[in-house]
C-alpha cells in the first residue's frame, strides 16, 4: 500500500467566510476525514493557516503571505494509504473544498526511501 498526499487548494485566500460557513465546512470535513479514516486510510495531515505565513524566493528574498505569483492558496493536507492513486483520486473526490468554484484537491504520491512504489 502506498502513501498519497491530498493538498486542498483554494482558488482566493483572501475571501472571507462568516463564522457559520466555516462551522458548516469543518463538519463536512470531519465527516468526509472520518470517512476515510474508518477503513484506517488516514495517516495524518493538518490545516494550514493563512495569517502569518512567508515565501522564501530564489536569493534568500522573503515575502510575506502564503501567496506567490499565483491567486491560490494550499488550505491543508492530508496523507492517506491506497492500493493506487485511482483509489486516493477517489477518496479526493469526497472532499468538501471541492464545493467551492475553482477550488481543487491535488493527488500526490508520497516518495518512499525505496522510490515509487
Given at each position: 500500500?502506498?502513501?498519497y498526499a491530498l493538498i486542498m487548494r483554494h482558488e482566493d485566500g483572501h475571501k472571507v467566510a462568516t463564522p457559520q460557513q466555516i462551522e458548516i465546512w469543518m463538519n463536512q470535513t470531519r465527516d468526509w476525514?472520518?470517512?476515510?479514516?474508518?477503513?484506517?486510510?488516514?495517516?495524518g495531515g493538518t490545516g494550514l493557516l493563512f495569517d502569518g505565513a512567508k515565501v522564501v524566493w530564489h536569493n534568500n528574498v522573503v515575502t510575506s503571505g502564503p501567496l506567490g505569483d499565483i491567486?491560490?492558496?494550499?488550505?491543508?493536507?492530508?496523507?492517506?494509504?491506497?492500493?493506487?492513486?485511482?483509489?486516493?483520486?477517489?477518496?479526493?473526490?469526497?472532499?468538501?473544498?471541492?464545493?467551492?468554484?475553482?477550488?481543487?484537491?491535488?493527488?500526490?504520491?508520497?516518495?518512499?526511501?525505496?522510490?515509487?512504489?
Open positions: 500500500m502506498n502513501e476525514m472520518n470517512s476515510i479514516a474508518a477503513p484506517n486510510k488516514v495517516v491567486k491560490e492558496t494550499i488550505g491543508g493536507y492530508i496523507i492517506i494509504k491506497a492500493t493506487s492513486i485511482d483509489e486516493a483520486v477517489a477518496f479526493a473526490k469526497g472532499c468538501p473544498v471541492l464545493q467551492g468554484d475553482g477550488n481543487s484537491v491535488e493527488v500526490r504520491q508520497i516518495a518512499r526511501n525505496d522510490g515509487p512504489q
